[in-house]
């Protein structure tokens, strides 16, 4: 990911219009955070801090806030949260943006105003002018979502600021229970870093201890045991899944899910996509893409076909009754075995 515009902040080189847009949240929100600490302080916040939710209020509020001169300080922080109109989907009904007054501040932003306009888990309407202006004039920065080296490096710098070291399959522990949710993972590496405490080291055995699992991890690790033919393992953690009274239907459902991600993956790959453009295709986070490609290395495109048509019709039978939802998928498992 592009941190070239972190360096830029630290070093005070301002830009009067900011465009933060991307799938990851979390981080757009953190890059705002930071900017009100850094560049506007509480005891020069008075009246020079203004957030505005663009589904409430039209943009052209948004620039007479800007074109407003500072009460105390040096200069006045004018974020514009839910930038939907620079998107093709509908903001709020009601609502008008004058998107001509954004146009006309591009072209002599004030001085002592910066201006932030952020959206969210959308695409940015490319074919709008004023988004081809924004990202000719302002500082456009794009947060994407993080998989791979990039996921693992972020999760490290937690670490570190926090004074911890970290064992890197304990890293590695710690996304694969928590999947790549930013917001969860922060919350997660917090609370090792507490339980460590400063200078503290992070184990895959404390991961373990208290990191908790969810459904969905179990699953993973039950389809890849079986995909690298380990039956005895994949049936301990199914057993140890019904001991936690979770519903056989529910298991299903997952593990019916995970094969056809596998089958899409393994399509995708024939045609020549990456991972990153499986995923935009397949509208799903990079890391599961990586993780599903990994598993379906053990199947042909055939056996998964096979496989996914025989979930269904497991799911079919049980809820017919014509057949004991335990006893059914237990049945599903061997098949997913000798399919292997």
């Known amino acids: 990911m592009d941190r070239s515009w972190l360096k830029e902040w630290q070093e005070d080189n301002i830009a009067p219009v900011y465009l933060f847009y991307g799938e990851e949240g979390f981080l757009i929100e953190e890059a705002i955070e930071w900017m009100k600490k850094r560049w506007n302080p ?20 948004l620039v007479q806030e800007a074109e407003t001169l500072p009460f105390f300080g040096d200069r006045r922080l004018i974020i514009g949260q ?32 910066v201006v932030v306009l952020t959206v969210s888990g959308e695409q940015l ?37 926090l004074h911890v070291q970290a064992d890197p ?21 917090s609370k090792l870093a507490l339980y460590v405490g400063a200078g503290g080291k992070v184990t895959p055995d404390i991961v373990a201890e208290l990191v908790p699992r969810t459904l969905e991890h179990d699953v993973f690790k039950l389809t890849d045991k079986i995909a690298k033919r380990q039956l005895n393992e994949a049936f301990h953690i199914w057993s140890d899944l019904i001991f936690q009274k979770e519903e056989p239907i529910r298991i299903l459902a997952l593990i019916t899910r995970q094969i ?34 990994k598993q379906g290395a053990a199947f042909s495109e055939q056996q998964l076909r096979l496989l996914l048509d025989t979930a269904i019709l497991t799911d079919q039978d049980i809820k ?11 049945r599903l498992l061997f098949q997913v075995n000798l399919s292997a």
């Open 42 to 61: 509480e005891e020069v916040s008075f009246g020079n801090l203004m957030q505005i939710d663009l589904d409430e209020t039209p943009v052209q509020m």
């Open 82 to 113: 839910n930038a939907r109109f620079l998107t093709a989907g509908k903001g709020k009904s009601g609502v008008q943006h004058e998107t001509d007054a954004l146009l006309q501040y591009l072209k002599q932003p004030l001085s002592t105003s």
């Open 125 to 161: 309407d490319k074919r709008k002018k004023i988004v081809k202006e924004l990202l000719k004039h302002a500082r456009a920065v794009e947060f994407p979502l993080l998989a791979g080296k990039d996921l693992l490096q972020w999760v490290e710098r937690r670490f570190a600021k």
């Open 169 to 189: 399959q304990a890293v590695l522990d710690l996304i694969m229970l928590t999947g790549p949710d930013l917001r969860l993972l922060h919350a997660e590496v």
């Open 260 to 293: 056809r991600l596998m089958l899409q993956v393994k399509i995708l790959q024939r045609q020549g996509m990456s991972d990153k453009e499986m995923a935009a295709f397949l509208k799903v986070h990079p890391y599961p893409v990586k993780l599903a490609a």
């Open 320 to 330: 017919s009754g014509k057949v004991d939802k335990h006893l059914a998928v237990e």
